[in-house]
Structures are given as C-alpha cells and as structure tokens.
C-alpha cells in the first residue's frame, strides 16, 4: 500500500458534474488500497468572479484581505469534494491551509511554504478517511490566511507529498502528460513517459506550462516523484522524476519555445570591467526581469551586448537603455520585439557531442537565421525571427526524431 | 467614546453598491470617535447559493463539511468589507470565527458559542482599526470550523458585544425597528423606541421575525443594550434593553401573531394522572414541537385535551394521536388547521388588571370566538379563527391605543 499525493486543478474540478467525476477516480483508486491525500483548487471561473467584486471596491485589491477573499475559493472545492466522498460512501475530512497548518511566511499573496504540520493528516489517513486539503493557501505564524499565488496548489500538493514522504504526487490536469513540444505546433508531438526534474524545469520556464516552476522545484529538492495525468482521460501521464541511470535516455526529450520575449542591443560600448552591472542595473531597478545575456567582444575596445526581457517589459527596458547608453557613451541602442526563443532540452546532451551541431545544421538548412544562442548542461536554446517559429519547431523535432519513442 | 458593535446583514452587504453604503456608513460612525466592530452577513444570496451546489452533490448535505462550506459566505464579506474601507482611507482588519476565536461546541450546523477571545480584536481597536468579523461561525477545540444556524450572524454580534462589554449592539437590517404590530396587517402600527428585552422574546417567538431569539436570550443575559435599525434609512430605532423601572411604561407593547400552528383535540379521555405525558409522549417522539396546551375537565371523569403543533407537522400529529386515542380508548379525536394565534404582550400587563377582560371584550365585539387561551407573566395569547385574523389584529391594536405613544 503507498500513499499518494493528488491534486485536481480548477477545469477538474469546474462543476457539480466535474466534481462527481473526480470522486469517483479517487475512489477507485482508494479501493486498489493507497492512502489517498488529495489537493484541489478553487472551481475554474471563481478566483476570477472573487477578484472581479474586490475590483469593484477597491481600485488596487491586495494584500492580506485579499488572501482572506481568494481563499473561500478552495474552501468550497473542499467541502464539496468531501460531501460528494460521503454520498458516495467513501469517509473523507476536508482542511483548509490554516488547518492543516501548512505555515508560510507572511509575503500575502505570493507566500512560501515554510513548514506542513503532517499531524492530523497521518491521523486521519490511519482511520481509514481520504484526506481533502485547499491547494494554494496556507497561514502564517500569528494566524493569517497566505495565498502562494496563482498556480500554488501545484505547490501545496508537492509540499504536502514531501512532509508526508508520499510514494507520488500526481498531479490531474486538462492534458495527459507531457509532451516533445506543443501538439498544437508540430502534429507528430509525443507524450513522454518519463522525464527528469532538471529537464522539465528547463522545459516549464521556457513556457511549457504543464506545473508551475516552483512545484517542480519543490519536487526536485525533495524528490518528489511527480505525475502529470489528465482529469479527463485514462493513461499513465508522464512520470517526472530524478534522473535515472540506468535508463537508456534520449538525448533530446523536448524542444520549448516562448514567444513571450523582445530583444535588445547597446553597440559600441566602452569595454571595462563591471560594464555589464552598469547595463543591468537600472533594468533590474525597475523590477524587469532579463533572461538571455550575451556579450560580444567588439573592435576599437568596444563590446556589443544583447539581453531579452518579456514583451511587456520591452518599450520600459528600451527607455532605460537609450539613458544609459548616453552615459556610457555607447554608440547605438537598438531592439526587436518580434523575436522568438526555441530551446532542445535533454539530459542526453550532456555525454553526447554534436547536439548543437544538428540544431544549427537543421535550422540553416531552413534558412533560418540564429541572432542570439545561449547553453546549460541540458539546454540549447536560440533566438531567432517569430515568424520562423513554427517551422523552427517542426524542423528540430524531426531532426531529434522525437515523434518516436527512444529503443 | 463607546464601543459599538454593529451587525450587518446579507440583504445590507448585498452587492458591491451595498457594501461601499455600509463602508460610507462605517465611517461617518467612526468619525464620531466610536470605536467599531463590524459583523457581517453572506451577501444576500449567497449561502443559497453555496447549498444548491452541496445539493447537486449530496442527498442531505450536512455536518462537518456543510459548516467548512456555507462558512465561505461571510469570509467572503470580511474581505470584501475590509478592501473597501483600505480603499476609503479607513483601517480595517477582518476575522473569520477561527481567528478570533469565537469558540463553540461541536454541534455542526447548530453550533453553541461558548467563549470568546477577545485579546486580538482589541489589539487592533487600541490601533485605530475598524475590526471586521465574519458572523454565524466560530471553531470547536479542535479547530473545526462551526457554524450557528441560520441567522446566527445575530448571536456573533451580541455575543462578540457581551465579550467585549460594548456599550450597544446595533443590528442593521430591512426594517427600521421593532413595531407595535405588523403594518401590513395594520397600517397604524407604530415603531417602538425602546422595548425590553422580555417583551421582545414573547414577539419574537410569537412570529416577529426583527431578530433571530437567540440573539436577544444571550443579550438579555449578559444585559447588552441592542438596537434595531435600518441599514438603507435613517433613524433611531428601536433599542431592545432591560426594563428600566423608571420609565413610564405602556401597558401593552404590541401585538404579535402567527398563522403557521394547527390545533389538534382528543376528547373523552379517561381522567387519570399521568395522562397527559401518554397523549403528548408519542408526539415528542417524532420530534414535533407542541406550543400551546390545554386541559380542561370534561364529564363522567373523562377530560379534553387540546394542543397546537406547527401546521407542517399537523397531519403527522393526527395519526398518532389517532393511534394514542385508540390505546387510551379515548371518544373522539378532531383537529383543524385554519387557526391563527393572536397575542398581546407587555411587562405593564404585570401591575395593571384588566388587560384579559379589555382583549377578550373587544374580540367578543367583533363577534370573533376564541377556542384557546393562554397566559404567561407579560403576554396573553388567543386562538381564533385564521379568518379572523387581521380583523384581530386591527381591533386589539385599537383597543389598546398603540397607534399613540406613551405618555
């Protein structure tokens, strides 16, 4: 017998219908005798209805009464879920955040896990009961409701599964796994069975958006076996887990790709020490987040540097940019919004030569033009025109063959 | 400066539009150099809401999880309450039942308060904070979330005012205070300044639905001035307090009355002690709550035996009293549903004769018959029939000058 972790989103969970549906899967997988702990979020549509009236009270809602608000959205969730369990004949107690005690610290709205007090949980899961707990939501040391942002009952699920030292966490969600890249881009897309923590990290911050990053982070620290199922399927998901060495692994298991970026350049910039800081760090005062970096050594002792930021971000760094250039004294400052990044992301690459080789073969030879690479250990990615972006895709994963299965 | 305590109640947090007039209101009183603490409602609407959901998913939802559910009403209002007085430039903090901690029994759905934390709450007055707290709900010892029944957002607020040693419990609601009688049944009727908190339990009992009767029980006990007013008009009220022997009191404060009682009779019974329990036994049994009751000595050492019972529960209560008649071979058994109960009360009628003659005589002038009688310390009822009920009413409330003020 193991203990499982679950967690149902909000589309799961979006109807009296829904809800029904997901009792039934947690039943059926309590009478194959695991101990069930299961997260859920608030019904699709009602953090939005509850931000919509704090909309029309307050011209900025935030803060703590904004975490007291979003909270009743999982509170109903759970009180449903369990009515429905009881009905059903299958004994189950719901908790919220603060009852549980998963206490975070006191960031409102955006608030970290600090600590899940597992206690009652063990208690009730001896008695035989499904344990029910709000996704999302927490409180901190004198008794505040938190919220960990959007998207944290990924987060509260994985928590949970680490303080419980669970067998699995499994997350239910409206696709069935993970795949090679968007199905929606490239037709042939595959899901994969299995695919490591560092991969899928890669994989999710570069807009694959399966699992919220930090879940996945969560999950690595404290290897966490992570499921990614669909509520409204059958089949095994994909297993993310820690890299496996006796697996044979494929080199490449997914190309990611964001069109979420813009681009921007100051040339002929006076080449010294700590000149990258002085580029940076207005852009950073402003709370823009930067993603690719490169530096070019230029000639005459100038250097030419090149950054991404999110689209939004683009018209705000740009003003910053050209101000700081004049400072500098740099020559020009120029910019693209219309770029997109495609990424190859593998553990395999890391004993396998030539990876970069084949992207950049296959790209020319689409003549696709690359303004911008950037690597980790199991990360190619590339900057190149968004209007290639499709055909970008579909070039890589043919050239990987990641429509097929590894031997 | 007093502390107030202030009850708002779903139909006066209705809507974003009600909220910010209850907000506006909030503030103008807190300007006055009162501090406040505010008890909410659900938004109107809302706890159905939440039960038509627990309906679609549960053949009888109830207990622990109904509680965790209809308990997201009110922590809705808190926050929503609390976003727009920030908005308005007035702190404001808000609790749920948990977080103060308003203590009660385990008795879900039905929940008794039992002790009251006040240390947080005035924390945050001594910091110039308006406190928010959510009505109807309150936590057991083990942290499981409770709530009071239907309106006990009254029995909060009176509560929370006793623990507090407030100077007044002021509960806003759709009517501007206690009348003399209903005004649709007599458009003379007339709101009453001050009533005392005996007279106003013989109304609400009697059907004058103003305040849930909990609410003026604990208030009494714990001799918390309340104040009825209304949250969409201005005006005073009318303030339901302990008798104040200084005061010139009117003999009769108003006239309550009820059309939801059926009456049943077993005639003929054989006269022995005891008799009584073996007629009204069978009924307790069913759990169905008997009002009125009337012995009188018959003939031939038989007796008659009348009793009123609410009228959803008159055809059950027929059949067993069939059965009971048959076991005690009583004569007779009739019963009829088309009865109202009418009654004067008032702690005047304590040292003043005459009050039964001058209501039986103005009844008996209208030629209307009555069939039941019954007296307690402030308080006179009749039944009659229902047809002659608002002819009744109108009568009485002439025969006893309430359409004038005291002098």
Redesign the interface.
């Known amino acids: 017998m193991s203990l499982i972790v679950q967690k149902y989103g909000g589309t799961s969970v979006g109807s ?1 219908e829904r ?2 549906e997901v009792a039934k899967k947690i039943i059926d997988y309590r009478n194959q005798g695991h101990d069930l702990v299961v997260v859920v979020s608030a019904m699709s549509g009602e953090t939005n209805r ?1 931000i919509d ?2 909309k ?4 900025n ?1 935030r803060g ?3 975490d ?2 979003l ?2 959205g999982e ?2 969730t ?3 879920l ?3 369990l ?2 059903m004949g299958m004994p ?3 908790y ?1 955040g ?2 549980v005690r998963i206490l975070t610290d006191n960031a409102h709205n955006k608030a970290r896990i600090m600590e899940i007090d597992d206690k009652n949980i063990r208690q009730d899961l001896n008695q035989g009961k499904v344990v029910v707990v709000a996704g999302f939501q927490g409180c901190d040391e004198n ?3 938190t919220t960990l942002g959007r998207g944290g009952s990924d987060t509260t699920a994985v928590a949970l599964a680490a303080a419980l030292k669970a067998d699995e966490c499994q997350i239910y969600t409206d696709v069935d796994g993970v795949y090679t890249t968007d199905p929606r881009v490239v037709s042939e897309a595959r899901r994969l069975d299995s695919i490591t923590f560092e991969e899928m990290l890669e994989m999710a911050s570069l807009g694959a958006k399966v699992l919220q990053i930090r879940s996945v982070e969560f999950a690595s620290k404290y290897n966490v076996p992570l499921r990614v199922l669909s509520s409204f399927t059958e089949g095994g998901g994909t297993l993310i887990a820690a890299e496996d060495p006796s697996m044979e692994q494929a080199l490449i298991s997914g190309i990611a790709f964001n069109r979420d970026e813009a681009k921007l350049t100051i040339l002929g910039v006076p080449d010294h020490p700590g000149i990258a800081s002085q580029i940076l760090g207005p852009i950073a005062a402003e709370n823009i987040e930067v993603d690719m970096i490169i530096q070019n050594t230029g000639h005459d002792s100038t250097t030419d540097f090149t950054f991404t930021v999110h689209r939004n971000d683009y018209q705000a760094a740009l003003t910053i940019l050209q101000r700081t250039a004049e400072e500098l004294g740099a020559r020009e400052v120029n910019g693209n919004e219309k770029i997109a990044k495609i990424s190859v992301v593998g553990v395999g690459m890391r004993s396998h030569a030539g990876i970069a080789s084949t992207m950049f073969g296959s790209l020319a030879k689409e003549n696709i033009n690359i303004s911008m690479i950037s690597t980790s250990e199991i990360k190619i990615s590339v900057v190149i025109d968004e209007k290639y972006l499709e055909l970008g895709v579909r070039t890589l994963h043919k050239a990987f063959n990641l429509e097929q299965a590894p031997a």
């Open positions: 009296a809800i029904r509850l009236l704090a029309q009270l307050s011209d809602p703590r009464e904004l007291v608000l909270s009743t509170q109903v759970i009180a449903l369990s009515l429905t009881a009905q189950a107690v719901s919220t603060s009852q008794g505040n409701i």
